[in-house]
């Protein structure tokens, strides 16, 4: 198991600018102007995160995004610096900053398109442990050659489903004045074109600007043993 020492340890090799508040309570610095507050006094009880209110109300419920941290088990509690960094990407999702996509989610999607043309193909992506690593066929949703349509009241309230991803037959990727309409109600956005694959990718925000994407090959997770 892993003892508070070393979880501290982790912490602060992965993370030199953390300020030690006292034995149980540091504070990381994730983005310039937004710190992270980390509480181990009941550890190996699931510690208290605790971020700043302004970035709390545009992001809601974080162990929502990360199953690893929801479920704790005190007797095999998870690396707390992956839970960091789980959370640090997800905030990065969720503002429309920079996208995280798992190697199988891009694969998935492009099989996807393949399969759909020459209509055009669309789902909804749910973001695990700071990646966007499952995708969800919004039910009822209908494609032709030039759209793909999705009823938003037909899916119910999941708030991990932060990501929109259609393909174009054609090999552009920019947005249509329709996709934007759609990009409104998602913080990320991914269009895939023709030949469908990683090299003809468009990834926006909701208000339509590109924004960057990082392919992870592995969950966070995957590599904490």
Known sequence: MHTKE?????????YPETMIIDSNK???????????????????KKPKLTLPKKIQRVFGDYEAFIPSFRHWD?????LIHLIIQALKYSIEMVA??????LDKTIKDICYMAKSSFPKEMFCILRIINGVLA?????????ASE?????????????????ASCHSHPSKNVKASAADLQTFRKFSVNIIIGAPYNVSNL??????GHPIPFEIHAFDLFEQQN
Do not use: C, W
Not at 8 to 13: A, D, G, P
């Open 6 to 14: 070393s979880q501290i340890e982790k912490i602060l090799e992965n």
């Open 26 to 44: 540091l504070n990381i610095q994730l983005f310039p102007k937004a710190s992270l507050t980390i509480n181990f006094n009941k550890y190996p």
């Open 74 to 78: 005190k007797l095999n509690p998870p």
């Open 96 to 101: 429309g900053i920079k996208v995280h996509l």
């Open 134 to 142: 499952e995708f969800v066929i919004a039910p009822g949703s209908e």
């Open 146 to 162: 030039i759209s793909a349509i999705y009823y938003p009241t037909r899916m119910g309230h999941d708030n991990s489903l932060i």
């Open 202 to 207: 468009g990834v926006y925000n909701l208000q």
